[in-house]
């Protein structure tokens, strides 16, 4: 079994930064991608940025182009959001998503358990 555990969500301004991190725990033989999600109230859930662990391409959604930046602890399976300049519409759940196969190489769609992050002044 695997689990995510997310940390770092709070309250901010808008323009302020935080930094969120998800770390994977449990039977873990790789991690083949790791991406950030986001759900707004009354909204779908979005995919905000995501990295190919074997080649490290990563992939933004428009929104945050130039603001969120998504980095890796491979070490640590962890996984970090960046999210500087932060706007009002950011405030959403966040989530941190990861396909992970463990030692009998069973893939895994593995979801944290979502961070709230609310942009205002």
């Known amino acids: 079994q695997v689990q995510l555990v997310e940390s770092g969500g709070g309250l901010v301004q808008p323009g302020g930064s935080l930094r969120l991190s998800c770390t994977a725990s449990?039977?873990?033989?790789?991690?083949?991608?790791m991406a950030w999600y986001r759900q707004a109230p009354g909204k779908q859930q979005r995919e905000l940025v995501a990295?190919?662990?074997?080649?490290?391409?990563?992939n933004h959604a428009d929104s945050v182009k130039g603001r969120f930046t998504i980095s890796r602890d491979i070490a640590k399976n962890a996984v970090y959001l960046q999210m500087n300049s932060l706007k009002p519409e950011d405030t959403a759940v966040y989530y941190c998503?990861?396909?992970?196969?463990?030692?009998?190489?069973?893939?895994?769609?593995?979801w944290g358990q979502g961070t709230q992050v609310t942009v205002s002044s």
């Open positions: 998503n990861a396909d992970v196969y463990d030692y009998a190489l069973s893939g895994h769609d593995s």
């Open positions: 990295e190919n662990t074997r080649d490290g391409r990563t």
């Open positions: 449990g039977s873990i033989f790789s991690i083949n991608r």
